[in-house]
Every structure is written in structure tokens, then in C-alpha cells.
């Protein structure tokens, strides 16, 4: 085992209003955690599957992980281990990593959200760690201007804007990420030590390796790995799964 996926699916889904986890939102029929397994194992890339599961759900995302891997060619030789999340995706990260082998030496993390990520995004990112960039991370230009409000500032309410980035540096960093091992484990053992306040600027792990001084490198990313947060964003991947084939 060298290549390992560590695949986001503990969330509860607030934002998407359902009585079930989001991992377990059907977009055409298929768990999003299904969807999402499937293209990561489908890249060829990947030697093990760690997925992280709402409590009381285990069985739930293990029978969707292994219908949805069922017809794809070497799923068979890729072993899924489905764990326990915790409160924070954070948390549900430290206790995925916890479970690797010595043997593992590059991670991939990807958010069962994200469920349509192309299994051509998972090999590019795997090849970007594979030839020496330690932290890769998939990421698409922005076209919104983008706005710093000052701080506390709610939604709903006038905020004085503080300033307004170039936006041709600005990407929108997606999943799935790829690190070196070492350098991931390290960045999740810093964060496990830093205050709560700093901790929560940092919404992926890639800023978990940036808040240690350590590169970051972005590769282009994809429409599809777009993030299903909302009821809209699942009508939107409903139509992508229709129309452009992912
Ligand atoms: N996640 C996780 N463990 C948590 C929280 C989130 O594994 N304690 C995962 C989610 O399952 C998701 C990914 O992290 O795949 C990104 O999180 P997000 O989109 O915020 O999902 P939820 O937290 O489930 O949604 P919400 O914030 O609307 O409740
Ligand atoms: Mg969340």
C-alpha cells in the first residue's frame, strides 16, 4: 500500500436540510459517498480507502461504498475501512490518518461532498505529490470579485469592505488534495495543539501545511469537483450528471 484516500463523509448535512447524513444525499440514484469512492478508485491511483462516517451510519456508508465499487476494474484490490468521524472535518481527518499503515507514503483527502471530482483530477493530483510537490491541491479562477469585509461581520447586515484582492491571484481550492504523508501528519499534529480560534481560519488541510511555512502548490481543477453544500448545488450536480458525463 503506498497511496492512500482519505474520504470526508462524517458531516451531518445542515446546510442541505435532509433527514439523512449528506454522504448519504442520492444524486441519481447513488449515495454522494458512492459517487465519490467510485471516481477516486476509478483513477487507478489509489491503494486504500479510509472513509470517515457519521456515528450510527457505519453500515449505511460501507453498503454504499461497496455498491458503488462493485463494477469498477481493481476496486476488488483496494481495501475501504470505514471509521468514525469527529466533530469537526478536522477531527474526522486526525482519526482517518491515525489508521494508516507505516507503509503509506502519499494521502490523498477529498470530501464525499464533492462527490463528481473526476478520476483524471485524482491522477493529476496524485502525480503532482508523486514528482516532489509536497502539499497539491486542485483550484479554478474565481469569477466573482472578491470582497475582505472587516471583521465579525455577519451576512444580512452592511459590512465595511477592507479590501478587494487582485483577483487573477485568487483561485477556489478544491478536493481532492494530495500530500506527502510525513508533511500531512505533521500539519494535523500542529493543528491539534494550536487555539481554537486559529484553528478555525484553516477549512482544509492544505492550510493546515500553509500555517506551518510549508509550500503549496495548486494544479488546475474541475467544474465537477464542485461542492454539493445546498439543495441547489444537488440539482446543479444532478444536471452535471446528466449532461457532461462525470
Ligand atoms: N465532514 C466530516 N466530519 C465532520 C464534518 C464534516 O468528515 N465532523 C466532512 C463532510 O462529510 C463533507 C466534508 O467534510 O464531506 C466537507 O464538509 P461540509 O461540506 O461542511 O459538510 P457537512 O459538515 O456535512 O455540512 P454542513 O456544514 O452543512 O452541516
Ligand atoms: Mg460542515
Redesign the pocket.
Known amino acids: 500500500v503506498r497511496t492512500a484516500a482519505v474520504l470526508?463523509?462524517?458531516?451531518?448535512?445542515?446546510?442541505?436540510g435532509l433527514t439523512v447524513?449528506?454522504?448519504l444525499a442520492l444524486l441519481d440514484g447513488t449515495p454522494l459517498v458512492g459517487h465519490a469512492a467510485r471516481r477516486l478508485v476509478a483513477s487507478g491511483v489509489v491503494d486504500l480507502l479510509v472513509v470517515?462516517v457519521p456515528d450510527g451510519h457505519l453500515a449505511a456508508v460501507r453498503d454504499a461504498v461497496d455498491d458503488a465499487l462493485r463494477d469498477v476494474p481493481g476496486a476488488h484490490a483496494v481495501p475501504v475501512l470505514c471509521t468514525v468521524?469527529?466533530?469537526?472535518?478536522q477531527?474526522?481527518v486526525a482519526a482517518a490518518l491515525a489508521h494508516l499503515e507505516p507503509d503509506v507514503d502519499v494521502v490523498l483527502v477529498h470530501?464525499?461532498?464533492r462527490a463528481l471530482a473526476p478520476p483524471e483530477l485524482v491522477a493529476a493530483v496524485v502525480a503532482a505529490v508523486r514528482s516532489g510537490s509536497g502539499a497539491v491541491v486542485p483550484a479554478l479562477p474565481v469569477t466573482d470579485t472578491i470582497a475582505e469585509v472587516e471583521p465579525g461581520a455577519g451576512t444580512g447586515r452592511p459590512a465595511r469592505v477592507v479590501a478587494t484582492p487582485d483577483r487573477s491571484r485568487l483561485r477556489a481550492v478544491q478536493t481532492p488534495q494530495g500530500f506527502d504523508r510525513a508533511l500531512l501528519d505533521r500539519a494535523h499534529a500542529a493543528a491539534s495543539g494550536r487555539a481554537a480560534d486559529e484553528a478555525l481560519s484553516a477549512t482544509d488541510d492544505s492550510s493546515l501545511v500553509a500555517l506551518l511555512g510549508e509550500p503549496v502548490v495548486a494544479v488546475p481543477g474541475d467544474d465537477a469537483a464542485m461542492?454539493v453544500?445546498t439543495q441547489r448545488d444537488l440539482a446543479v450536480a444532478s444536471l452535471l450528471l446528466r449532461t457532461v458525463a462525470v
Open positions: 470526508t463523509a462524517a458531516g451531518s448535512g445542515s446546510r442541505l447524513p449528506k454522504a470517515t468521524g469527529g466533530p469537526s472535518r477531527a474526522s470530501d464525499a461532498a461542492k453544500t
